[in-house]
């Protein structure tokens, strides 16, 4: 079963803080979905992404896109 997480919840998982994630939660960034007029993140949609951002960009930190 997937693990959702609020936006507070991936805020403090990428360490990072909740209005900066607001306008990457799904577009061409943070993959996430709306359930009602929330977003919710897929914890390994998000592992995937910080994965795919570390191998395409050659370093540590992953670009918002």
Do not use: C
Not at 18 to 33: E, S, T
Not at 40 to 46: L, P, V
Request: glycine share 8%; proline share 5%.
């Amino acid at each position: 079963m997937a693990e959702l997480m609020t936006l507070e919840e991936v805020a403090n998982y990428l360490r990072g803080h909740r209005k900066d994630n607001i306008p990457f939660a799904g577009q061409h960034g943070i993959p996430a979905m709306r359930v009602g007029h929330l977003w919710r993140f897929d914890k390994a949609s998000i592992d995937i992404w910080l994965n795919q951002s570390f191998n395409r960009d050659g370093d540590s930190h992953p670009h918002y896109r």
